[in-house]
C-alpha cells in the first residue's frame, strides 16, 4: 500500500510470534484507547475490512 502516501495507511510489521498494526498517537487520541485497553474485533465476510471497537469496562467478551 505505498502508494498511498498520507496518514489512512499503515504497515504490518512482525511483533514476536504475531503480526501487528501500529496506531498513530492521533489513531489513540480519535479512538481514545491507551495500552491494555480491550476491544472487540470484527472481520468483514470478504475479508478485505477489520473493524475495532471499543469494549466497554461492564461489557464481559
Same mark, same amino acid.
Given at each position: &500500500? /505505498?502508494?498511498?502516501k498520507?496518514?489512512k495507511t499503515?504497515? +504490518?510489521? %512482525?511483533a $514476536?510470534?504475531?503480526?501487528? =498494526? *501500529?496506531? !498513530? %498517537? #492521533? /489513531?489513540t487520541? =480519535?479512538?481514545k484507547v491507551?495500552? $491494555?485497553?480491550?476491544v =472487540? %474485533?470484527e +472481520?468483514?465476510?470478504? $475479508? &478485505?475490512?477489520? !473493524?475495532?471497537?471499543?469494549c466497554?469496562?461492564? #461489557? *464481559? &467478551?
Amino acid at each position: &500500500m /505505498d502508494f498511498l502516501k498520507d496518514n489512512k495507511t499503515a504497515k +504490518v510489521f %512482525k511483533a $514476536g510470534n504475531s503480526e501487528a =498494526i *501500529r496506531l !498513530t %498517537k #492521533q /489513531d489513540t487520541a =480519535i479512538f481514545k484507547v491507551k495500552p $491494555g485497553d480491550q476491544v =472487540i %474485533k470484527e +472481520v468483514s465476510p470478504d $475479508g &478485505m475490512s477489520i !473493524t475495532f471497537k471499543k469494549c466497554l469496562k461492564y #461489557q *464481559r &467478551m
